[in-house]
T-cell receptor, first 111, second 113 residues
């Protein structure tokens, strides 16, 4: 099994719908992150969490929310999806001295 | 804030050609520097890293040297292969308590046989 698993891998949704992207990890790391990748812009940080009681906004948190259900699970929600949220979304974990481990990504299309 | 500026792509090379992808950064103090690679349809994988000035990171024939004086971390490979075709990201973690990764915009490399 992959160290960081994201579901779904691909999703097409309509404007205005609520959608949740899920991430689970088996690394045992406390730190988890959600990034968004757009062509020509690299990866930008949406939210990050250092433990289940610690949630922080990243560079581009507007229109998103997160939930850290357990050390191993970190979900990203789009409360009301809009077309410019069409992107590739990555979850990652890290631990000091161990670097980052990324999931395989969720490709989200909002029509 | 911290930022990373990367050479714009796409870059197309013939097999066995020499590769350089430029990366410069802006950060306070001494950040850690990374190169990540993203193969088609996959997530990001750490390619190499350097944590202090003059360190050289290397892996799979790729190298990059942490140059504090020029705030650079250019990626090089002496002889690329078709299997090196991917998107390459330069990134850093700053000295703040969060130490989250800040990425460059990515460079698409295509190697032709």
């Amino acid at each position: 099994d992959a160290d960081v698993t994201q579901t779904p891998r691909n999703r097409i949704t309509k404007t205005g719908k609520r959608i949740m992207l899920e991430c689970s990890q088996t690394k045992g790391h406390d730190r988890m992150y959600w990034y968004r990748q757009d062509p020509g812009l690299g990866l930008r940080l949406i939210y990050y969490s250092f433990d289940v009681k610690d949630i922080n906004k990243g560079e581009i948190s507007d229109g998103y929310s997160v939930s850290r259900q357990a050390q191993a699970k970190f979900s990203l929600s789009l409360e009301s999806a809009i077309p410019n949220q069409t992107a590739l979304y990555f979850c990652a974990t890290s631990e000091p001295g161990y670097g980052y481990t990324f999931g395989s990504g969720t490709r989200l299309t909002v029509v | 804030g911290d930022s990373v500026t990367q050479m714009e792509g796409p870059v197309t090379l013939s097999e066995e050609a020499f590769l350089t992808i430029n990366c410069t950064y802006t950060a306070t103090g001494y950040p850690s520097l990374f190169w990540y690679v993203q193969y088609p349809g996959e997530g990001l994988q750490l390619l190499l890293k350097a944590t202090k000035a003059d360190d050289k990171g290397s892996n799979k024939g790729f190298e990059a040297t942490y140059r504090k004086e020029t705030t650079s971390f250019h990626l090089e490979k002496g002889s690329v292969q078709v299997s090196d075709s991917a998107v390459y990201f330069c990134a850093l973690t700053g000295i703040g308590s969060a130490r989250q990764l800040t990425f460059g915009s990515g460079t698409q490399l295509t190697v032709l046989p």
